[in-house]
C-alpha cells in the first residue's frame, strides 16, 4: 500500500530507573494561568512529585526566554525529563519537545499537563476548584513522563502531487500556484466548468470589475497548465492513506458525449427538440437536453443532460455529430490517483429562504434572492443584463433589499453567523441598478452594515452620496403581495422608532452562504472536522486557520467559512503554500504512536486482526504471532485495548503510561 | 405613581435586567441587537404606541420608564415577535414579566386592578353574564345544545370556590400587591 | 465535605478519558470559549476512544473515582474509521464488570462530542456532576 520506509524505529533508550529527574515549569500564561491559581501554592506542591527534581514558574514559557531557562537546565543536566504546566498540548507541545531535541534529550521525554483551558478557562470564578484540578492534571503527567520511553519520529515520502476537491475560484488558484512550483494537481470538480460561484456573478464589489472578466482568464491559464488535470464532472468516492500518502478513488460521472470527441461546435444544440431549466441561471432562462453551462466554459465539451434526455436521436445523427462523439449508453468509471496532500475547496451553498413564510419567497413572484439577482443583472444573464420582475417583465421602479437573511438567525434552520458577502453585494447590486437606472428607488433594510474590507466604507459612503441608495435601519417584519403583484413591506425604521408600510415592486432577499449540503459526507470520508456552523474546521482558529486537524489536509475559501473573493484568493494561496511546504521537503516526520505485537507474549488468538481499520495486522503463520506493520498504523490503538494476552502495546500511550496517571491521581485524593 | 420620564439618559444601570434574567429563559434579552422585527411584527404597534424593540432596549438599560410607561400593557401576547425573533428572544415572555415587574412597584392601571377585583369577587376575569336568570342567557342555551350543563362548572356553579381563591391571594399576598379588598371576612376565607 | 445546613455535598471526582481529535478538542474549545463548568473533571488523552481499556475503568473506580466519562467521536466522524464504534460495542460489557465489581453502571458514561461542541461538553459534564451527587460518593471512599 505505501512506498515510504520509517527510516529509523529504535528501541528505547530508557535512562535507569533512579535516574529520572523531572523538570516541573508552571506557567504563568500572563494572568491566564496565575490569575485564578495560587501560584505558591503550586509550587510547593509541585516539589513534592515524585521525581520531580525542580519546579518553576515563569510568565510565558513558550517565549524565548522561557524556552531558553528549560534549555539551560536540560544542558546543565538538572533534568532529563520535563513537564510543562501550561496550554492545551495541541497548542505547544511541538514547541517544548524541540526545546528537548535541540538539547539533546529525547523530544518524548516531554508531558504537558493543560491547566489553562481545562482549568483556569474552565473555572474561573471558582478559584479553589481550578486550583484542584490544576494539580491533579499536573499529577498525572507528572505520573506519565516517569513512564515515558525515548521514541523516534517516523519519516514519511511526501508524493508531489495535489488533489484539489472543488474548482471555484479558491480551488483554481491553489491549483496554478502549486502547478507552477511543479508539482502535479488533480482538481475534482463536481459540476460540468470550473470557476464556481464566481462564474455567476456579474460585477464583483468593490471595484465593479466584471467577474468573468477577470476569471475567464484564470480558468483558461488552469486548463492550459500542463501540471493541472481538470477533472470535471467528477466526485471523490473514497480516501485512504495518510499525510505523504493519499490514495483516491474519484468518480467520472458519464456525459454520454465523448469528451475526447466533441469539437464543442454546438451544431448539436438546433437539433434537440427538448427544453428544460437552465440550472445555471437558477433556473430563469431554458436550455437543451445537449448542453455546455456557458459559453465560456471550461472544459468547453458537451453534456448530455440524461434526466431530460428523450434519446430522439438527433443529435447522433452524422450530418449533426460529425465526429460522432455521443454515447447513450456511456457509463460512469472510476479511477484511483495517489497523492501526498489534499486541498479542501468546496465552496458554499445559497441558504434557502423558502422556509421564512413571512418573506413568501417561492409565492410570491417578485420575491427574489441574492443570487438571482445577481444572474439578473449579468449580461449573459437570463435579461441580458437588465433585472425586470418577474410577474410582468417590466423593470422595476422600486427593489428593497433585506439583510441577514438566513444569517444572523438564531432559530432552528438558519445560522446565527454573519455571511459577511450580503451587505456588499447587496450595496453592489444597488449600485448598478442605480446606473441604469437613476430615477428608481433602492431601498436597504439592515442591521449592521459591515464594510470591513479594503476600499468597502468608501464603497459605501459613495453608494448614499452618488447613488441616493437609501439605508433603512431596522429588518423586515413581513410581506405582503398586492393584487397587482407588487410588494407590501412591513417593518420598523429603528432610527425614527415608527412601524413602516411600504410598496416596492421587487424584493431581493439578500441570502447568505451556508456549508454544502455534503461537507459531513465529506468530512468523514477525509476525516477532517467540521464546526458548529457546519464549514471544515481549522486546527487552531488563529495559527492555523489553513490546515486541517489531518496532516496533509488544508483548506481553502468559503468551504472553511464565509468569505469574499480578495480572502477566498489569500487563502487558497495560503493552502497552497501549506501543502507546498510538505512536498518541497518531500518528507515530514509521523508521531511514533504506532502499535507492537510482543511475539512471546501473543498467543495467537487473531482477536486483532479484524479490529484494526487500516488492516495494519497480519498474521504470521510460521510463529502463531500476530504483527503489526508499523506504517500501516495509524495508532489508534484499538487492537491495544483488545488483545485478551496484553500482547499488544501502543507507544506513548502504553498500559503502565496510561494506568499510572490513573492510580497517582487517584492516590492523591484519598 | 408619577410618571417619570426624562429626556436625557442620566442612569444605566441592571436594576431591572437583573430581575427580568433571573429567569435563565429570558437572559438572552441581552443579546437583542434592536432590529426592529418585532416591532414591524407587532400589530398593536401599528395602531397604538407599543414599540417592541424599544421596550428591550429599555429594559437592557433597565430604564425605569419601561416600568412606568403604559407601553408594556398594550400588548396584546399574539406572540408574533416572539416567533420572528431573530435572536431567539422569548419577546412576550419579557414582556409578561417586566408587567409583573411593574406591578410590583405599583404601576398598575385602574382598569387591571378592576378586572383583579372582579376574580376575587366572582373567580373570573371575565365573569358570565348570571344578572338574568340563566335560562334566558343565550350562551346558556348554546351550551345545552352542546350537551354541557347550563352553567360551566366553575365558580359559577361552585361559589364556594370562591373562598378558595380569596385564600390562595391572601396566601400568596396577591391582594396587597394588586391593592384590591377581599370583601369575604378573614373568618370566612380561613 | 459536609455543609453548613448539615447535607452532606460531596464533590465527585470524575475521570474523562478523552479521543484526541474530536472530544479533547471539544474540551479545548470550550475552554477558549470560557465556557465555565463545576470543577470535577480531570481529563486525560488518548488518541482514540478504541484505546480505553476496561481495566482504566475498573481500576479509576476501585481507587475512589466517582465516575468515568469516555469521550469519543459521533460515529461516522472517527479519526480512524471506527475506533469510537468499537467502544460503543465494548461498553455494554464494561458495563458489566463495573456491576459485578459492586459499582453503579451509571457511573460509567459513554459520550460523542465532536472537536466543536465545547458547550455540550460542558452541558454533560454539568448533568454528570448533578447524577453523580444523587448517586452519592463511590462506595469504596466510606471510612
Ligand atoms: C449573490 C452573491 C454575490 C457575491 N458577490 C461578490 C462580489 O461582488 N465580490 C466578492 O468578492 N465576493 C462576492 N461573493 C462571494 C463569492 O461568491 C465567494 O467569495 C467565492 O465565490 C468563493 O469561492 P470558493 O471557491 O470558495 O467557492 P465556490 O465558488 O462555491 O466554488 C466551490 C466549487 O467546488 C465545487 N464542489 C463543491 N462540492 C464539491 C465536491 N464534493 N466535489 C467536487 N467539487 C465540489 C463546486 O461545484 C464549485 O465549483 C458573492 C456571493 C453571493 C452569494
Ligand atoms: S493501533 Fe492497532 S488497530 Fe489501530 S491502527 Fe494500529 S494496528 Fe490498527
Ligand atoms: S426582534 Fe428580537 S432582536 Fe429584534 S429588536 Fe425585537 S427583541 Fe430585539
Not at chain 1, 508539482?183 to 468573468?212: N, W
Not at chain 1, 486541498?343 to 427574489?368: F, M
Not at chain 1, 449592521?448 to 464603497?459: V, W
Not at chain 1, 481499520?613 to 490503538?637: L, T
Amino acid at each position: 500500500m505505501t512506498e515510504s520506509n520509517p527510516k529509523t524505529i529504535s528501541k528505547s533508550i530508557n535512562p535507569k530507573k533512579e535516574d529520572v529527574r523531572i523538570g516541573l515549569y508552571i506557567c504563568n500564561c500572563g494572568i491566564n494561568i496565575a490569575g485564578v491559581l495560587q501560584m505558591d501554592d503550586m509550587i510547593e506542591f509541585g516539589k513534592t512529585l515524585p521525581n520531580v527534581t525542580l519546579c518553576k514558574q515563569y510568565k510565558f514559557y513558550c517565549s524565548d526566554n522561557g524556552q531558553a531557562e528549560i534549555a539551560k537546565d536540560i544542558k546543565d543536566g538538572l533534568v532529563n525529563r520535563v513537564v510543562v504546566a501550561a496550554c492545551s498540548p495541541r497548542m505547544h507541545e511541538p514547541t517544548f519537545r524541540r526545546v528537548l531535541k535541540e538539547n539533546g534529550l529525547n523530544p518524548f521525554y516531554f508531558a504537558q499537563a493543560n491547566i489553562r483551558e481545562h482549568a483556569t478557562w474552565v473555572n474561573m470564578y471558582d478559584h479553589e476548584g481550578a486550583q484542584r484540578i490544576a494539580k491533579d492534571h499536573i499529577r498525572m503527567q507528572v505520573a506519565k513522563v516517569r513512564k515515558l520511553k525515548a521514541l523516534e519520529t517516523i519519516k514519511v515520502k511526501v508524493k508531489p502531487s495535489t488533489l484539489i476537491i472543488g474548482a471555484g475560484i479558491a480551488g483554481m488558484n491553489s491549483a496554478l500556484d502549486l502547478a507552477d512550483q511543479g508539482f502535479e494537481v488533480f482538481l475534482v470538480e463536481r459540476e460540468l466548468t470550473i470557476g464556481g460561484h464566481m462564474a455567476q456573478l456579474d460585477k464583483t464589489f468593490p471595484t465593479m470589475d466584471c467577474s468573468s472578466c477577470i476569471l475567464t482568464p484564470k480558468m483558461v491559464d488552469v486548463s492550459r497548465n500542463p501540471n493541472i488535470h481538470i477533472m470535471a464532472y467528477s466526485e471523490v468516492e473514497q480516501v485512504d492513506g495518510y499525510v505523504g500518502n493519499f490514495e483516491v478513488k474519484i468518480k467520472h460521472k458519464a456525459h454520454y458525449v465523448d469528451q475526447n470527441k466533441c469539437t464543442g461546435c454546438g451544431a448539436c444544440i438546433d437539433s434537440c427538440p427538448v427544453i428544460c431549466g437552465n440550472s445555471f441561471d437558477l433556473n430563469m432562462s431554458s436550455r437543451k437536453a445537449i448542453y455546455i453551462p456557458f459559453p465560456q466554459a471550461v472544459p468547453g465539451q458537451f453534456t448530455i443532460d440524461i434526466d431530460h434526455c428523450i434519446k430522439c436521436g438527433n443529435c447522433a445523427l452524422p450530418n449533426i455529430c460529425e465526429p460522432g462523439a455521443i454515447i447513450y449508453d456511456e457509463e460512469d468509471h472510476y479511477s484511483t490517483i495517489k497523492v501526498g496532500t489534499i486541498i479542501v475547496s468546496t465552496g458554499y451553498d445559497q441558504i434557502d429562504p423558502t422556509n421564512l413564510k413571512n418573506y413568501g419567497y417561492g409565492v410570491y413572484e417578485n420575491v427574489i434572492t441574492g443570487l438571482e439577482m445577481e444572474r439578473n443583472l449579468s449580461s449573459t444573464g437570463p435579461n441580458l443584463g437588465k433585472p425586470v420582475c418577474p410577474s410582468n417583465g417590466k423593470p422595476p421602479h422600486s427593489i428593497a433589499w433585506l439583510q441577514c437573511v438566513g444569517s444572523r438567525d438564531n432559530r432552528e434552520g438558519y445560522h446565527p453567523y454573519c455571511s459577511r458577502v450580503c451587505c456588499m453585494y447587496a450595496i453592489k447590486q444597488a449600485r448598478q441598478y442605480k446606473e441604469k437606472h437613476p430615477e428608481a428607488e433602492c431601498y436597504i433594510f439592515y442591521m449592521d452594515i459591515r464594510a470591513f474590507g479594503k476600499g468597502y466604507e468608501e464603497f459605501y459612503e459613495s453608494s448614499s452620496h452618488n447613488f441616493g441608495i437609501k439605508y433603512m435601519r431596522g429588518r423586515l417584519a413581513e410581506i405582503y403581495q398586492n393584487p397587482d403583484k407588487t410588494l407590501l413591506i412591513r417593518g420598523e425604521d429603528t432610527f425614527l422608532s415608527r412601524p413602516i408600510a411600504l410598496t416596492v415592486d421587487l424584493v431581493v432577499l439578500s441570502t447568505g452562504v451556508e456549508a454544502r449540503t455534503d461537507a459531513a459526507h465529506v468530512a468523514s470520508m477525509l476525516g477532517i472536522q467540521q464546526s458548529s456552523d457546519g464549514f471544515f474546521m481549522e486546527a487552531h482558529p488563529k495559527l492555523r486557520p489553513i490546515d486541517s486537524l489531518t496532516a496533509g489536509i488544508f483548506m481553502a475559501g468559503v468551504a472553511q467559512g464565509p468569505k469574499d473573493i480578495p480572502d477566498a484568493v489569500s487563502q487558497a494561496k495560503g493552502a497552497a503554500s501549506g501543502a507546498a511546504i510538505l512536498m518541497a521537503k518531500g518528507e515530514v516526520e509521523v508521531d511514533p504512536y504506532y502499535a507492537v505485537v510482543q511475539p512471546n507474549l501473543c498467543s495467537g488468538c487473531r482477536s486483532c486482526i479484524n479490529l484494526c481499520p487500516y488492516s495494519a495486522i497480519s498474521f504470521d503463520d510460521n510463529q502463531n504471532v500476530a504483527y503489526i506493520n508499523p506504517i500501516m498504523c495509524h495508532g489508534c490503538g484499538t487492537c491495544v485495548a483488545s488483545c485478551p494476552s496484553n500482547a499488544i502495546y501502543q507507544n506513548h500511550f502504553t498500559g503502565d503510561q496510561l494506568m499510572i496517571m490513573i492510580t497517582d491521581v487517584l492516590g492523591g485524593i484519598n | 405613581m408619577e410618571k417619570i420620564t426624562p429626556n436625557i439618559i442620566f442612569n444605566i444601570s441592571n436594576v431591572i435586567s437583573d430581575e427580568v434574567i433571573k429567569d435563565e429563559a429570558l437572559k438572552i434579552m441581552r443579546a437583542c441587537f434592536q432590529c426592529g422585527t418585532c416591532t414591524g411584527s407587532c400589530p398593536s404597534g401599528r395602531r397604538t404606541a407599543i414599540r417592541t424593540r424599544q421596550i428591550m432596549r429599555e429594559a437592557v438599560l433597565s430604564l425605569d420608564e419601561v416600568l412606568s410607561d403604559e407601553d408594556i400593557w398594550l400588548c396584546s401576547t399574539c406572540y408574533t415577535c416572539y416567533e420572528r425573533c431573530p435572536r431567539n428572544i422569548p419577546v412576550t415572555d419579557v414582556i409578561i414579566k417586566l408587567r409583573n415587574l411593574a406591578t410590583q412597584r405599583g404601576f398598575i392601571k385602574p382598569a387591571h386592578q378592576k378586572i383583579t377585583q372582579i376574580l376575587a369577587d366572582t373567580g373570573h376575569g371575565v365573569p358570565l353574564g348570571l344578572k338574568n336568570n340563566s335560562d334566558e342567557n343565550q350562551w346558556s342555551k348554546s351550551r345545552e345544545s352542546y350537551g354541557l350543563s347550563k352553567i360551566p362548572p366553575t365558580t359559577h356553579s361552585h361559589p364556594k370556590a370562591v373562598l378558595d381563591i380569596q385564600k390562595l391571594m391572601k396566601l400568596t399576598h396577591f391582594d396587597k400587591l394588586v391593592k384590591i379588598e377581599l370583601k369575604s371576612t378573614n373568618e370566612e376565607i380561613k | 465535605m459536609s455543609k453548613k445546613d448539615g447535607t452532606d455535598e460531596f464533590e465527585p471526582f470524575i475521570l474523562g478519558i478523552f479521543c484526541n481529535w474530536c472530544t479533547y478538542t471539544g474540551a479545548d474549545q470550550a475552554g477558549t470559549s470560557r465556557m465555565q463548568r463545576p470543577a470535577n473533571l480531570r481529563i486525560m488523552r488518548v488518541m482514540c476512544s478504541g484505546r480505553v481499556e476496561s481495566r482504566f475503568i475498573i481500576e479509576a473506580l476501585k481507587r475512589g473515582a466517582d465516575g468515568v466519562l469516555i469521550g469519543a467521536c459521533h460515529i461516522g466522524d472517527c479519526h480512524y474509521v471506527s475506533g469510537n464504534h468499537k467502544t460503543v460495542r465494548r461498553m455494554p460489557l464494561i458495563k458489566e464488570f463495573v456491576k459485578q465489581y459492586g459499582f453503579n453502571p451509571k457511573r460509567v458514561r459513554l459520550e460523542h462530542i465532536s472537536a466543536s461542541e465545547g458547550a455540550e461538553l460542558t452541558e454533560i459534564s454539568k448533568e454528570f456532576v448533578k447524577e453523580l451527587k444523587e448517586i452519592g460518593p463511590n462506595p469504596r471512599n466510606k471510612k
